[in-house]
């Protein structure tokens, strides 16, 4: 099973930016395999569980959790198989490692995790 890669965390003060991607290492994906899914984006912070930020589906629209929406926005990139997490006007509540996954439809679940990327904000 294809691991998700996820890159782009780093350090950062509240109020800075951050641009996290998500590649796909299968390339050559058709369109029709690569329609069926749905991209999600999570994030677990030291003693909590992980949560839902946000995700993506292949017509292009985008699910937000509520502490992140009008900051974060998920988008696709022109190779299709990149998503990107833009992080606007981060908080000290956003310090977390940030995953990636994917749903393939129908399924109801998200697999092919990959081993995230950490983000940490200082105040």
């Known amino acids: 099973q294809v691991q998700l890669i996820e890159s782009g965390g780093g350090l950062v003060q509240a109020g800075d930016s951050l641009r996290l991607s998500c590649e796909n290492p299968?390339?050559?994906?058709?369109?029709?395999?690569?329609?069926?899914?749905?991209v999600g984006w999570f994030r677990q912070a030291p003693g909590n569980e992980r949560e839902f930020v946000a995700s993506?589906?292949?017509?292009?629209?985008?699910e937000y959790a509520d502490s992140v929406k009008g900051r974060f926005t998920v988008s696709r990139a022109t190779t299709l198989t990149t998503v990107y997490l833009q992080m606007d006007d981060l908080k000290p509540e956003d310090t977390a490692v940030y995953y990636c996954?994917?749903?393939?439809?129908?399924?109801?679940?998200?697999?092919?995790w990959g081993p995230g990327t950490q983000v940490t904000v200082s105040s």
């Open positions: 993506l589906n292949w017509d292009g629209s985008a």
């Open positions: 299968k390339r050559n994906m058709n369109l029709r395999i690569l329609s069926q899914f749905i």
């Open positions: 996954a994917q749903r393939q439809r129908p399924k109801t679940y998200f697999e092919s």
